[in-house]
Structure formats: structure tokens, C-alpha cells
């Protein structure tokens, strides 16, 4: 067993980041705030040529990797703020549900599907399909083509994020059913989902520690009074326990075999043990980009709570993304219910 | 990144596997919580069956007489051991994973020919002292004296805290022996039964005697029991704090998870949940922390398997799990509700109530954020010296 992340892997995430450096960088993206479309049709492209929606496609058309990788890429994704439903995206893409995903020439959503009406969707202006994972109320996941043309669909105004665009919506369009009888469209959306807020989580801890070594109080670096110190380091340990859920969710996907063997000894199956794990991952994953994102606000005092710094950015999309797969109260609710699994009998 | 193990490490888990499922229920139920005669005599039987089948140091170097075991099957043993319920380390704590590895590291070939063979075969029993009435998170500022005279060092001072003292045959010690702060420092094997040493027995928070306050009034040590250099001690103390290489809490992680499980099923059968999903929420919660933290565990593993050194997994493992394990102790005294006022086994009229387990691991569980370094240290240490953040003083 080696669960490290490997020499690959940190190349494919280092390759990612420059990308995004030079296609994306945080002023580029900034410059769409608050406006209908977050991210243009070529920078969508672009990143469909980096391979980012077909990383487990096979060759030719994708890059026949893991899961695992993927979480990789999004969680560089997550941490450059990327807008834009990257996750609805990669899932349609990744079972061929929709042309021109794969290539990012379609943007895919993703659509809660339950809580409303009003139901609310994000980017709907430029979307060319949405999924629901599948908790409609009409059952199994679902996919809802002609989502942009919905007669009743109306922007908000303010939506929290200035970043992701939002519609509300009285009536769902019609909604074709997916087969996914071992729910695998949910547990891949969590890890993507999830693994995009560990992004966050070590971002906003970068941008506190940065700010901590360098702004003075008291003749002294502010991370050097242990209040602060500790808010940091409760970011770490956070991030890197989020980390190792997001990963291990995502190599378990990866491995038929080990999860099989894993589900086995939790007295089990392996569609649920995996449902299980990914649940697992956003959970801890949700709560520590939104518990980062707060402490970076705290430790940058009065600045933390302007908008020109980019924490707030950080906090708001962890709120978006915390509402989709599974709201904080589903997870801790679907963990707790799982057969209790004590002691498995030799 | 792969949680696949090796044809290698799955044909050692089968092995013990069967080995523990034929030799565990043979083992007895364990004796009283305060009963530490019986319990050192339980936990060396244990320990003395480990080193007849052959897996007595599974941890330790081939050169220490141990197995020399990866740090992935270190992983693999100690999981096997709480599945199969076999009895947990105990009284050979220190020795098994403090002054064995020490002296392996450290020892000379006499010291370890001495010493190492009767850990490894449940024939003695260490105790750690190091904490001293006035040298706890700061425990470079200790302050026991041990003076020359001929070949003998002459101990003075007091430690504190130490750990089955009463029960232990020697003690790994820590004692000034030059200057102050960490390079006055030595390292000393301390035979318990020496003259000059009172052990006083302290009660815990669970009431019993499981630490002690030790005083020692001109103890003679001679100083061939001295490992490492003189005032090199603190170096050699650090040697060990590394052995564990990430999987030090994984028994008390394991155990967790099956007291989570069991007080799931508990709920369910008293019917707890039905209109209090926030108990429900906070199960599912735990569940997903010791799921990650097992996670978390793989890879601290995989680290020290690869690179020798746990990396930075250790104090990140240890401040998360002992939040954690806290809050599950925290959870069992309010649905146990009542039944959490006394570790007398309780029955209900659906069976057991395991509340005295639960009790139990509640009092255990207050400990985790001081012992081993307190929760307020461990942040220190991780923003110190992993987030670069500067030091104090
Ligand atoms: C069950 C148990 C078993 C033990 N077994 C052994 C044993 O076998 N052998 C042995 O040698 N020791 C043992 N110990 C001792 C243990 O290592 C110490 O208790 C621990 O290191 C803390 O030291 P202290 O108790 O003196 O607390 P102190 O160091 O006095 O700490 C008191 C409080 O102050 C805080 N504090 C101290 N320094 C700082 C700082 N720099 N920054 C922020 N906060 C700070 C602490 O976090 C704590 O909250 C055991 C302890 C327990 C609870």
C-alpha cells in the first residue's frame, strides 16, 4: 500500500496550476463578478483542453486516469477559484451524457432537486444541460436537457457568491431518468464537490499564514501571539483530515477489488460502503473549507471583511458548494443510519 | 495514491488472521481495572504467546530481535489485534515502544544484549520518567540531579505521572547531569527495585492507581546503565519519540470505532434517534472523522513505509482524533443518559447496556488532549514548525 500522493499526481497538479496562473489568474476571474456568465465560452474550452472534464475518459478522447487523479486537479480548481459547474461538467462528461462536455463545449449543472420550489440553479444562462444526483422528488437521478429554455426561470439579484450566477426556477423542466443503480453519480459528485473544498480549505490557510508572518501588531508578526497560531493550525489539521477522507473516497472508487474487500469487513456492499465514504469526505470537506475560510477572516482582522481581499470569494463558493451533494444535515444523517458494522467476526 | 496492499502484506494479515482467531479465545477475560498485579501478569502473557508464535516486536529492527516489520504491517498487526479483541500493549508500553527502541537505537551491544530479549518475551516491564512536578510541557527544564561519584550516578529528584510505576521493573529516566535546558541532559536506566526509590500511587480521574509520583533520594545508578552519551540525553528521548512512525494511536482508534458502533446500536434498540435526528447527526458525524482519520492513518503510514519518518501526519493525527474521541465520550454520557452515572455493567430489559465500557472510555478519552504532549503544545508544534509560523520567546 502506498496512499501517498504520488510523483505523477503532483506533476498533474502542478501542471493544472500553471494553467490556471496563466489563463486564470484570480484578477482575470474577478473581473466577472457579479455578472450573468462567470467564465467565457474559451476559457471553458481551455480548460477542456487541459484534459480537465476527460481525465477518466479513456485515451483517445480522455486521459484514461482515476478518480483520484481528478480529485487532485480539483482541488487545484477549488483553490484558484475557478467558476463555473465544473463538477455537473466532469459527471456528464465522464458517462457521455452530454456532447461536447468532455472537449468543454458544454456546460453541464447541477441542480439540487429538492427544497423547492423556488428551485435554484446556478450558471442556467449557460448551461446546456443540468443533472440531478437523485434526490428528486420523482425518484433516481435525473437529467434536465432543455434547462436553459425553462419558461419560469428568473436571475436573482444577489446571489451570495458574485461568482456563480444564480436563477430560481417555480417549475423543474422535464426530466429524463439515468440509470445509476449503485448511486455512483452522487458518490463521485460528493468527492469532486469535496475534493473542490479542500481546495479552499488550503488556500484560505496559505492566505492566513501568509498574512500572519507578515503583518505586525504589538512591535510583533501577528503569528507569533499563539491565539493566532492555533487558529492556523486548526486550518491545517482540518484541511489534511479532509485531504485523506477526499482520497481515499476516490481510491476506493478507483479499485473495485479494495472496495469490495472494505465493504466485506464493514459488513457491507460496495455501492454503499463507497456512498458511505464519499458522504464521509464531503461532510469534513464542507466543514473545513467554510471553518478555514471564517478563521483566514479572523486572523486577517478588518481586511478579512473587505471585498477586495479574495477570502470572502473562498467562504461564499464553500457555502455554494456545501448545498450540492448532500447538505451538511443528509450527510451526518446518511453516516449515522449505516448498519452499525461493530466488531466483524473473524 | 493507492490503498492496495501488497501480495506480501495481504499473505501477513492472513497468517495472524488465523493465528489470532485460534489463540484469542483462549486468552482470559482481563482482570480488574485496578487490579495492576493481575493486570501486568495478563498483559506479559499475552506479550510471552506474541514472541512464541513469532510475532513479539513486529515493529522492531531484525537487529533488536524484532521482526522488522513495514510500518504498513505494523498497521496491518495492530488492526488484526482489535478486530480479533486480542488484548491491547498495557503494562509493555514503555518497554515495547519507548526504552526497547531507545536502546536498540542508542544501547550498546551489552545493554541490549541485557535488555531487549526480556521485553520482547513478557519478562519485564518499563516505566517512562520523564515529567517532573515542575517539568511538564516544558520538559527541557527537568530538574532531577544525577551526580558522578566513581562509576555510580547519584540520583535526587522527582518524577511524576509515571505509568504502571508500581508494576514495572525499570524505569527509562531522564536526569541532569550538566547545565541547563535540553544539552544538560541523560539518559539512564533505572532498575525500580533500587534503594532510594518510593513510589507513591496516584488516583486517577477512573480511580485507580494507574500513574505514580516517584521520589528518589540518593539512588545509585551506576553509570554503565547510562545510554547514549552524557548530556546527550534529550537527543536520544527524541530518537524514540519518532518510533511509532503513524500508527501510535491506531489501537485507540479502532477501539473507538467500535464503541461508536456499539453505542449506534444501542440508540437503535432504545429506540433514541426517532425525533432526535441531532443524535443520529452526531453519530454519522463521528463516523466520518474515524473514517478519515483511518485515512489519515494509511497515509502517515505509507509515508514512514517509504521514507522513514511519519511526515507531518503525527501531531495532526493526534490533535484531530483526540477532539474527536472526546466528543464521542461526550455523546455516550448523554444517550446513555442515567446508565452513564456509575461503570457497573447495567442490563436493561433488551440486554447489556454497555455502559461500562462507554464510562470507561469516557474518563480515557479527558486524557488524550494532555498525555503525550498536551493539545495546546501540539498546535505550537504545528505552526512552528510545519506552518513556519514564529516561535515564541
Ligand atoms: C494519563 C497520563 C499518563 C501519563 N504518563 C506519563 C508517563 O508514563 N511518564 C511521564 O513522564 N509522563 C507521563 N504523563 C505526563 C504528561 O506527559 C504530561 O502531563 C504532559 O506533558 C503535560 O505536562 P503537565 O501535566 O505538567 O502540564 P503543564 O505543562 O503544566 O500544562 C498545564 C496547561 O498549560 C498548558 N501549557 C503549557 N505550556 C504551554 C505552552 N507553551 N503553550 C500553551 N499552553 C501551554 C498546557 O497545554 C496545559 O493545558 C502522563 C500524563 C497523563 C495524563
Redesign the pocket.
Same mark, same amino acid.
Given at each position: 500500500m502506498d496512499f501517498r500522493v504520488d510523483e505523477a499526481q503532483r506533476e498533474l497538479a502542478g501542471g493544472i496550476r500553471s494553467m490556471l496562473e496563466g489563463r486564470l489568474p484570480l484578477e482575470r476571474i474577478r473581473s466577472s463578478e457579479g455578472a450573468p456568465r462567470t467564465v467565457g465560452a474559451d476559457d471553458w474550452a481551455a480548460l477542456g483542453e487541459t484534459g480537465v472534464f476527460a481525465l477518466t475518459l479513456p485515451e483517445p478522447a480522455g486521459t484514461g486516469l482515476g478518480l483520484a487523479d481528478a480529485a487532485v486537479v480539483f482541488e487545484e480548481l477549488g483553490r484558484s477559484l475557478v467558476p463555473g459547474p465544473l463538477v455537473g461538467t466532469f459527471l456528464a462528461a465522464a458517462r457521455d451524457l452530454v456532447p461536447g462536455a468532455a472537449a468543454g463545449r458544454a456546460m453541464v449543472g447541477v441542480c439540487a432537486g429538492r427544497g423547492g420550489p423556488p428551485w435554484m440553479l446556478e450558471h442556467l444562462s449557460s448551461l446546456d444541460a443540468a443533472l440531478c444526483p437523485g434526490d428528486l422528488p420523482s425518484g433516481g437521478p435525473t437529467l434536465l436537457s432543455a434547462v436553459r429554455d425553462a419558461p419560469t426561470a428568473q436571475r436573482v439579484a444577489e446571489p451570495l457568491d458574485p461568482l456563480t450566477p444564480l436563477w430560481q426556477l417555480t417549475r423543474l423542466p422535464a426530466a429524463q431518468p439515468l440509470e445509476d443503480p449503485e448511486w455512483r453519480l452522487f458518490s463521485d459528485g460528493a468527492v469532486l464537490t469535496a475534493a473542490l473544498q479542500v481546495g479552499h480549505a488550503a488556500r484560505t490557510l496559505e492566505l492566513a499564514v501568509a498574512y500572519a508572518k507578515e503583518r505586525h501588531q504589538f512591535s510583533k508578526p501577528i503569528g507569533s501571539f499563539?491565539a493566532v497560531k492555533h487558529l492556523c493550525a486548526d486550518m491545517l489539521v482540518r484541511a489534511e483530515v479532509a485531504r485523506a477522507a477526499v482520497h481515499a473516497a476516490a481510491c476506493l472508487a478507483d479499485a473495485p477489488d479494495v472496495l469490495a474487500a472494505e465493504a466485506t469487513t464493514a459488513g457491507s456492499t460496495p455501492a454503499a460502503f463507497l456512498r458511505r465514504s464519499a458522504a464521509g469526505a464531503k461532510l469534513l470537506a464542507d466543514e473545513a473549507a467554510i471553518a478555514n475560510a471564517r478563521a483566514a477572516i479572523q486572523v486577517h482582522g478588518g481586511m478579512g471583511y473587505t471585498w477586495e481581499v479574495p477570502l470572502h470569494l473562498h467562504l461564499k463558493r464553500s457555502h455554494v458548494l456545501a448545498t450540492s451533494f448532500g447538505a451538511k444535515g443528509e450527510l451526518a444523517a446518511l453516516l449515522g443510519s449505516l448498519p452499525a458494522g461493530a466488531r466483524a467476526e473473524p | 495514491m493507492d490503498l492496495r496492499f501488497t501480495a506480501a502484506e495481504q499473505a501477513f494479515r492472513e497468517e495472524l488472521r488465523a493465528w489470532l482467531a485460534t489463540t484469542v479465545p483462549a486468552v482470559g477475560p482481563p482482570p480488574a481495572h485496578d487490579d495492576w498485579p493481575a493486570r501486568r501478569a495478563y498483559d506479559l502473557a499475552w506479550q510471552r504467546r506474541l514472541f512464541d508464535a513469532g510475532y513479539a516486536g513486529v515493529d522492531w529492527p531484525v537487529e533488536g530481535g524484532g521482526r522488522g516489520s513495514s510500518p504498513v504491517e505494523q498497521l496491518v498487526f495492530k488492526e488484526e489485534c482489535e478486530r480479533a479483541g486480542a488484548p491491547y500493549v498495557g503494562v509493555n508500553f $514503555?518497554g515495547l515502544l519507548h526504552a526497547g527502541p531507545t536502546i536498540i537505537a542508542e544501547g550498546s551491544p551489552s545493554q541490549r544484549e541485557r535488555y531487549l530479549p526480556p521485553i520482547l518475551r513478557g519478562e519485564e516491564v518499563w516505566?517512562?520518567?520523564? !515529567?517532573?512536578?515542575? @517539568?511538564?510541557?516544558?520538559?527541557a527544564s527537568l530538574r532531577t540531579r544525577a551526580v558522578r561519584d566513581g562509576d555510580d550516578y547519584v540520583v535526587n529528584g522527582s &518524577?511524576?505521572?509515571?505509568?504502571? @510505576?508500581e508494576v514495572a521493573d525499570f524505569c527509562e529516566l531522564?536526569v541532569r547531569t550538566g547545565g541547563e535546558g535540553n544539552r544538560g541532559i541523560s539518559w539512564l536506566i533505572v532498575p525500580m527495585s533500587s534503594p532510594g526509590i518510593e513510589i507513591r500511587p496516584l488516583r486517577?480521574i477512573e480511580g485507580t492507581t494507574?500513574?505514580a509520583q516517584l521520589f528518589l533520594n540518593d539512588v545509585r545508578v551506576p553509570v554503565a546503565n547510562r545510554v547514549g552519551e552524557e548530556n546527550d540525553g534529550w537527543r536520544v528521548t527524541m530518537v524514540t519519540l519518532s518510533f511509532e512512525r503513524g500508527t501510535a494511536f491506531v489501537g485507540e482508534l479502532l477501539e473507538a470505532v467500535r464503541l461508536l458502533g456499539e453505542l449506534q446500536a444501542f440508540g437503535t434498540r432504545l429506540d433514541l434517534f426517532t425525533g432526535h435526528p441531532a443524535l443520529l447527526e452526531r453519530i454519522g458525524h463521528l463516523r466520518a472523522a474515524f473514517d478519515a482519520l483511518w485515512a489519515l492513518t494509511k497515509r502517515n503510514v505509507s509515508e514512514a513505509t517509504q521514507t522513514g519518518v511519519p511526515g507531518i501526519g503525527g501531531s495532526v493525527f493526534k490533535l484531530a482524533f483526540s477532539e474527536h474521541a472526546q466528543a464521542l465520550g461526550n455523546l455516550a454520557m448523554e444517550m446513555l443518559a442515567q446508565a452513564s452515572l456509575c461503570a457497573d455493567p447495567l442490563h436493561g430489559p433488551h440486554g447489556p447496556l454497555g455502559n461500562a465500557e462507554q464510562v470507561h472510555n469516557w474518563y &480515557?478519552s479527558i486524557?488524550l #488532549?494532555?498525555? @503525550?504532549? #498536551? !493539545?495546546? $503544545?501540539q498546535?505550537?508544534i504545528v505552526a512552528e514548525r510545519i506552518l513556519g509560523l514564529p516561535r515564541?520567546r
Open positions: 499563539q | $514503555v516505566c517512562q520518567g520523564f !515529567s517532573e512536578p515542575d @517539568a511538564g510541557s516544558d520538559l &518524577k511524576i505521572w509515571t505509568s504502571h @510505576a531522564l486517577t494507574e500513574f &480515557k486524557n #488532549t494532555i498525555a @503525550a504532549g #498536551t !493539545s495546546q $503544545v498546535r505550537n515564541a
